[in-house]
């Protein structure tokens, strides 16, 4: 059974600052892997889509890398701004199959 | 293009009661997903439906059913409702691969008093 691991649960950065979120998941035979960002109370945001055969994805300020060997997957956001405040989901899919496996997030603040 | 859209935003019903929880998939969409995230928690897997068949299903009771239309839009329907079930259900939808990003709606949050 495949599990999803966010660590750490909260984060509080001051603006300006880079940071690095981790996505770590025990069944390394994923499909793809995706980062979310999740307002308060409100849906969920897609920011980068990586392929199992890709290293990484780049979207403006976001830089999201995968190493699949050892489950492991960072979100690399650079110049933090007050507006980047917001909980930052993982999740993950496996051949064949859409349902997206998904960690608990990383609740990040950016103090101004 | 529409994005996914979901309703009601939100919902107050009482235990035993049913409810009924709609989505309309993102314009060329044939994949719906939906979804239960409890507060603090990710997302959990409820079940997907592909052109109109259930593709998939969660850890979750018979008592959480679904549907999907020919025009590929869903619903979700919960009958005796239980305080647990209290949480934001969010639908996604998605071309039905896995090469492709899953697009979420701004979800319903039901309140199970």
């Known amino acids: 059974k495949q599990e999803v691991t966010q660590i750490p649960a909260a984060l509080s950065v001051p603006e300006g600052e880079n940071l690095v979120l981790n996505c770590s998941f025990t069944d390394s035979a994923i499909y793809n892997l995706q980062w979310f960002r999740q307002d308060p109370g409100k849906g969920l945001t897609s920011l980068l889509l990586?392929?199992?055969?890709?290293r990484e994805q780049t979207s403006g300020r976001l830089n999201a890398s995968l190493d699949k060997s050892s489950g492991r997957s960072t979100l690399y956001i650079a110049a933090s701004q007050p507006g980047d405040s917001a909980t930052y989901l993982c999740?993950?899919?496996?051949?064949?199959?859409?349902?997206?496996?998904f960690g608990t997030g990383t609740r990040l603040t950016i103090i101004p | 293009e529409t994005g996914v859209t979901q309703s009601p935003t939100h919902l107050i019903k009482t235990r035993g009661q049913q409810v009924t929880l709609r989505c309309s998939s993102q314009?060329?969409?044939?994949?719906v997903s939906w979804y239960q995230q409890a507060l603090g928690q990710g997302p959990q897997f409820i079940f997907q439906y592909y052109r109109e068949e259930e593709n998939g299903r969660g850890n979750f009771p018979p008592r959480f059913s679904g549907l999907q239309f020919p025009n590929y839009s869903s619903e979700l329907n919960v009958n005796a409702l239980e305080l647990d079930d209290s949480a934001l259900y969010l639908c996604?939808?998605?071309?039905?691969?896995?090469?492709?990003?899953?697009?979420f709606g701004p979800g319903t949050r039901l309140t199970v008093l």
């Open positions: 990586i392929q199992s055969s890709q």
């Open positions: 999740a993950v899919t496996h051949f064949g199959n859409e349902k997206l496996t």
């Open positions: 996604a939808s998605s071309f039905g691969d896995p090469d492709h990003e899953q697009f």
């Open positions: 314009s060329g969409h044939n994949t």
